[in-house]
């Protein structure tokens, strides 16, 4: 099966708001595909509709050949699913709960492989409840791996993971993808999104904005690198042409970015505008267009989590 997926004019409402506006796209088998945006794009229902956890109003699904609506009791046994937010039996201990999980499928993982995979081999025999945030999601990212199903459907996974943690998750998910995996992706996090993602899908306000691998994304939006700089005296003054090779400009509060084609040009001009020092220029950084610029500059703010 070359798609795993495909969805056309996905649509959820709940009461009057449109929490997804009619989606179009497909995830290749083997792929780890991203849906990127701000927490009430629509990444969470979409992706629960898929599982066979929320009912769509409208559009047509296909989920490893399935309706999720109607076949759920089946693709259930052949997927795997993190939600945002766990739910754990509080007197149970780690081992017991992956058991538990391990239980309910044909062919499982061996508990004790996945959670050293997860970085729980030392909690094995700790409560749940005893868990912290952090350990709590690598547990639910291992329940979701136990059935060893054929795609993944991972939901904010790093959420709430210090920055060790969240890299040995990476490494967990690219591992998914080596052995043939498919993995659907949720994240608000900019640099998950251009590490893991063979192609993203950037969503806001339920709605797709654009589609592609994050490289292709970046430049098809941007020839320019940034040039970053906190400013006082100066930022208001700034405009595109008045500083070669800018050709668009962005301020969020005191931090001034330049989009530009001539980086050497721009800075030198920066730094030599007033005799250099009174611009008060500060936490000055040069780097290359980012998916968080491609946001940027399709709805005109940035995520936030």
């Keep these: 099966m070359s798609e795993a997926v495909v969805v056309a004019g996905l649509k959820k409402n709940y009461g009057g708001v449109e929490a997804v506006a009619g989606v179009d796209f497909t995830v290749r088998a083997g792929e780890v595909f991203g849906m990127l945006g701000p927490n009430g794009a629509g990444k969470s229902t979409t992706v629960e509709i898929l599982a066979g956890l929320r009912r769509r109003d409208a559009g047509d699904v296909s989920v490893l050949g399935l309706d999720p609506a109607t076949a759920a009791k089946e693709l259930k046994a052949r997927i795997g699913m993190q939600l945002q937010s766990v739910a754990l039996y509080p007197r149970l201990r780690v081992w017991e709960v992956l058991c ?31 868990l912290s945030g952090g350990q709590a999601q690598r547990l639910a ?3 979701a791996m136990i059935g060893d199903g054929e795609l993944l459907f991972l939901d904010e996974p790093t959420t709430g993971l210090d920055p060790q943690a969240r890299r040995m998750l990476w490494q967990v998910i690219l591992d998914l993808k080596q052995g043939d995996k498919t993995v659907v992706l949720t994240t608000h996090y900019m640099d998950e999104a251009e590490r893991l993602c063979d192609r993203v899908a ?19 939006h941007f020839r320019e690198q940034a040039v970053e700089f906190e400013a006082h005296g100066l930022s208001a003054e700034l405009a595109p042409g008045q500083i070669p090779g800018v050709t668009r400009i962005e301020r ?5 970015t330049l989009y530009t084609t001539q980086v050497s040009r721009t800075v030198e001009a920066l730094l030599t505008c007033r005799g250099g020092e009174e ?26 989590g």
């Design 100 to 130: 538990l999980f391990a239980s309910f499928y044909r062919r499982p993982l061996k508990p004790a492989e996945v959670l050293s995979r997860v970085g729980l081999a030392d909690k094995a025999h700790s409560l749940t409840n005893q």
């Design 279 to 304: 611009t008060g220029l500060r936490d000055f950084t040069a780097r290359r267009a980012t998916l968080e610029d491609v946001f940027l500059k399709l709805t005109g703010r940035r995520i936030r």
């Design 202 to 220: 950037i969503i806001d306000h339920g709605r797709i904005i654009a589609l592609g691998s994050p490289r292709d994304l970046v430049a098809e």
């Design 141 to 143: 990212i291992a329940m």
């Design 252 to 256: 969020n509060g005191g931090m001034v």
